[in-house]
């Protein structure tokens, strides 16, 4: 009876041991634990299970819990992409926040107002309202494309499922944050490290019962789609929905005034214990909504609005060890190792150094005493350390002048700057194993191919075993050796097998971010792909016959400079990256790069502009050429259509050269009327 009893509760704590690592691994894409440890554990309770049936009274734990639990849910293409914020830190960003913003809209000595929103730390969704009926709820996902998580979101009793007023459009979109009280979160218990995780893990349950147990709550704070638009200010939005029935934040506040930035952000920043939800700064946004049409977004975020972050939590702590990493750039990173230490609920135990220059700059040594932060996603830095506490034991960081593969790193003179960069590299590509190993995993990423279940941590267990060395080894995995190891199961395999088929048909922009080419980001890849159209035509690079040509000739496209021709030469230069970058291609269907001819005024057109306009800045005029379809050249050259010239100073050089090609000019004036027609 006594055996029985221990018994059970040994496998009591095993399985209360397991369910939290499902949660972690299955619910909050977040492990704790490797992969095998794992199994050990899942292994240990069946053998548990087999041993003492007993056990198994109240059915096996593997039946409990269903096979592989699925945080699977359907995807749903956002109406508009949901984006992320850029982010202030100081008084500085936010002026520059500012400037820019009159600069695009060329509105230099007028007042701009803004709105300040606390920034809730919750999970992001969006509601979509048709004739006022709550149709559609996604979770963020990519941005591109959320999850469908409707039946949760319905769980919320705050969020109308039917909006009765009589102003409702067609069409509303309702962005919101959904969290957890901090007061609730203590009563839920401890199986989240913080109130943002237990929301998001219990966001996606695929049991909304589940969800309905935890007191979800949210605010709503954004327009997404709409369909007519009725508002013309964001205060007056927020206002508005609260009649229907919407929670909004009661911290919101128009802003006039810079001085009122700093005002308020204080203010806020020392109400922040006292909420009972977690706010990390406050949202600054431009109130008016036809201005923030006008200036859009960036690839990321829009440009009307930014997170003003409030100062982040500190520790101290002590400096075990300095070593250094080697990323898929060849960068080589020194890293603290420090004693463990709690960061606003998270142990923190390495610290970035950033750099050689930056250990000089702040004399970090080995042993030191030293203070540490950590703010929203990044790693953890160093802000300073106690030299009065330093002992004899402290040593000083020789920098090392080799790479862990052995190989001399240089530091490299920027193109533009002509300045020695304050980053070491290992110039070796795929060669260095260390880098290689990076590569690797930036190829499989999100952004990337996106193989679900084949992450980082799969990666370098693959590695480690030998199971991959290049990009195209993902394509001929030895699924026999596999089968053998540790945490692999026949469905496991059956799924990593199918996502890698999935990925093997890929578009052409994702491949050439893909290749991980230095300062060729997701922008650029896409401005590549729109240059070569096709995979075939982005091989001819792969020979030294044609590339020099090819590499001229991409000096016309905005945004490939010196600097991306120059990596683009020495990437392919280099015999290892062609060699792997064609086994790659011959695994893969590369689609087409489709131009997505937008309908537009300048449906086609390939325009460039000289000199400034009165009422817009170039990146605005920028931005209307690509929203109406055509594309805006940096250099004068046969294809150019139209070359658009600016009163305030035009170069003279360029009209020239646009005459004797017999290029169609126009004035501002002509501009503006084709603008208004
Ligand atoms: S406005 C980016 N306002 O912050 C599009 N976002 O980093 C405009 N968030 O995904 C966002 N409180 O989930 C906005 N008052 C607020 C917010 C807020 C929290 C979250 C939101 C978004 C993330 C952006």
């Known amino acids: ?68 639990p699925s945080n699977k849910f359907e995807k749903i293409r956002h ?85 009765t007023s009589s102003n409702i459009p067609k069409i509303i979109e309702i962005r919101c944050e959904v969290y957890i009280g901090k007061k609730d979160f203590l009563k839920i218990g401890n199986k989240f490290a913080n109130p943002r995780n237990a929301a998001g893990g219990s966001l996606r349950q695929k049991n909304s019962l589940e969800t309905s147990k935890i007191p979800l709550k949210y605010f709503a704070y954004g327009l997404g789609a709409i369909e007519p638009m009725i508002f013309s200010k964001q205060s007056e939005f927020l206002k508005e929905i609260v009649k229907w029935g919407f929670a909004t934040n009661p911290l919101s506040k128009n802003i006039e005034s810079f001085e009122e930035v700093e005002i308020h ?85 390495n610290a970035t150094l950033h750099n050689e220059d930056e250990i000089k700059r702040k004399d970090i040594r080995i042993g030191d005493t030293i203070q540490i932060q950590r703010a929203g996603d990044v790693i953890p830095q160093v802000i300073s350390v106690e030299t009065n506490k330093r002992g004899n034991e402290s040593k000083k960081y020789k920098f090392p002048s080799k790479c862990l593969c052995g190989a001399l790193t ?64 993902i394509f001929k995995l030895d699924f026999n050796k596999i089968e053998k190891l540790d945490g692999w199961g026949a469905l496991s395999i059956s799924n990593l097998k199918k996502a890698i088929l999935k990925s093997q048909l890929i578009n052409l922009d994702k491949f050439i971010f893909s290749i991980g080419i230095r300062h060729i980001g997701q922008e650029n890849a896409k401005i590549l792909a729109s240059f070569f159209r096709s995979i075939k035509e982005f091989t001819k690079l792969f020979d030294s ?25 020495n990437f392919f230069l280099n015999n290892t990256n062609v060699r792997i970058t064609k086994e790659l291609a011959q695994k893969l269907h590369i689609k087409n790069y489709d131009i997505q001819n937008k309908d537009g005024k300048f449906s086609n057109k390939k325009i460039m502009f000289t000199g400034g306009f009165k009422n817009m800045s170039r990146s605005e005029a920028k931005t209307i050429v690509e929203e109406n379809g055509g594309k805006v050249l940096g250099n004068i050259s046969k294809k150019l259509d139209i070359l658009v010239v600016g009163d305030s100073k035009p170069t003279k050089k360029k009209i020239d050269q646009a005459k004797k090609l017999n290029i169609k000019i126009i004035i501002e004036d002509e501009w503006n009327r084709i603008l208004n027609s």
């Open 545 to 569: 016959k044609f590339r020099k040509k090819i590499l001229l000739n991409l000096v016309e496209l905005d945004g490939i400079g010196e600097t991306q021709i120059q990596s683009l030469e």
């Open 1 to 68: 009876m006594k055996d029985k009893i221990k018994i059970l509760n040994q496998y009591k704590k095993k399985t209360k041991e397991l369910n939290l690592h499902n949660e972690l691994y299955f619910n909050q894409d977040n492990p704790k634990i490797s992969d095998s440890d794992y199994d050990k554990l899942k292994i240990s309770v069946l053998n548990l299970e087999k041993k003492y049936p007993f056990l198994r009274e109240k059915g096996s734990f593997e039946k409990k819990i269903g096979a592989t």
């Open 79 to 163: 109406l508009r992409p949901m984006l992320s914020l850029s982010n202030a830190f100081n008084q500085e960003d936010m002026k520059d926040f500012i400037k820019k913003i009159k600069n695009f809209l060329n509105l230099k000595n007028q007042n701009i107002n803004l709105i300040s929103e606390p920034k809730i730390d919750g999970i992001s969704a969006t509601l979509i309202y048709e004739n006022g009926i709550l149709i559609k709820g996604l979770s963020r996902g990519d941005g591109v494309f959320g999850e469908d998580i409707l039946e949760n979101l319905k769980t919320i009793k705050e969020i109308p499922q039917k909006i």
């Open 265 to 349: 952000h204080k203010k806020i920043d020392s109400l922040r214990s006292s909420l009972d939800y977690d706010i990390d700064g406050l949202v600054f946004k431009v109130d008016d909504l036809n201005l923030q049409k006008r200036l859009g977004n960036t690839s990321s975020s829009p440009r009307w609005a930014i997170a003003y972050k409030f100062s982040s939590e500190k520790a101290t702590t002590k400096i075990k060890d300095i070593i250094i990493q080697v990323g898929r750039t060849g960068a080589i990173t020194p890293v603290a190792k420090v004693e463990p230490v709690n960061v606003g609920g998270v142990v923190v135990s």
């Open 410 to 473: 240089k530091k490299e003179i920027s193109k533009t700057t002509k300045k020695e960069d304050a980053v070491r590299r290992c110039i070796k590509g795929y060669d260095c194993k260390f880098i290689a190993r990076e590569k690797l995993k930036h190829l499989v990423s999100k952004e990337a191919f996106n193989i679900d279940g084949l992450g980082k941590k799969v990666i370098d267990q693959f590695w480690d075993l030998k199971l991959i060395r290049e990009p195209s080894d």
